[in-house]
């Protein structure tokens, strides 16, 4: 088992729908949980993060942590098409050090 | 903010040759990462380093070296390139635990070895 699961996609969405995002991860000792968006040919970017059970809300992204469950969600609101890119979630352990673990990462589309 | 440079957005090496990728943040933070990105592998971790002059193994050490001589500097050194190692090369850097922040990449070196 993964790690860090995500859905690999491509996920296609509608410009101005909600695009929904998960992640599952393994460790229940996890403590910080990231989201970096990946455009093409460019290096990851860090967009939210999260470390209490619940929802963060951050412009149109929203966070959402659910510890007994062991997932992460990243939603986007009015999707544009500029969001369109490789979503990474990332998970760091509460114990240890300053590793993050990485999934491989969901392509999103936002169809205009 | 934050800002991480890499020495190289493209580079081309022969196999056999020694090669240096530099990595310089200016943010003062303690802890610097190398990663490599391949397709459906994802990143994974080749080394990082907490402090000056120390260095821990990530999940992919062989073949890879690292030196850090100066807090903001972090080097990786491919001791003899091999074709498995082309690959795209992500450097990243983070502050303490306390502020609970993530890490922070510089723009990539897309390493061809021939």
């Known amino acids: 088992q993964k790690e860090v699961e995500q859905n690999s996609g491509p996920l296609s969405v509608p410009e101005g729908a909600i695009a929904s995002l998960n992640c599952t991860y393994s460790?229940?000792?996890?403590?910080?949980f990231f989201w970096y968006r990946q455009y093409s040919g460019k290096s990851p970017e860090l967009i939210m993060s999260?470390?209490?059970?619940g929802d963060k809300e951050d412009g149109r992204f929203t966070a959402q942590l659910n510890k007994a469950s062991q997932y992460v969600s990243l939603l986007i609101r009015d999707s544009q098409p500029s969001d369109s890119a490789t979503y990474l979630c990332?998970?760091?352990?509460?114990?240890?050090?300053?590793?993050?673990?990485f999934g491989t990462g969901t392509r999103l589309t936002i169809i205009p | 903010d934050v800002k991480v440079t890499q020495s190289s957005r493209y580079l081309v090496k022969r196999t056999g040759e020694k090669v240096f990728l530099e990595c310089v943040q200016d943010m003062d933070h303690e802890n610097m990462f190398w990663y490599r990105q391949d397709p459906g592998l994802g990143l994974r971790l080749i080394y990082f380093s907490y402090d000056v002059k120390m260095k821990e193994k990530g999940d992919i050490p062989e073949g890879y070296s690292v030196s850090r001589e100066k807090k903001e500097r972090f080097s990786l050194i491919l001791e003899s390139a091999s074709t498995n190692q082309t690959s795209m090369y992500l450097c990243?850097?983070?502050?303490?635990?306390?502020?609970?922040?993530?890490?922070?990449f510089g723009p990539g070196t897309r390493l061809t070895v021939t």
């Open positions: 999260i470390y209490s059970n």
């Open positions: 990332a998970v760091r352990s509460n114990f240890g050090n300053e590793k993050l673990t």
């Open positions: 990243a850097s983070s502050p303490p635990r306390r502020q609970t922040l993530g890490q922070y």
């Open positions: 460790d229940r000792g996890s403590q910080s």
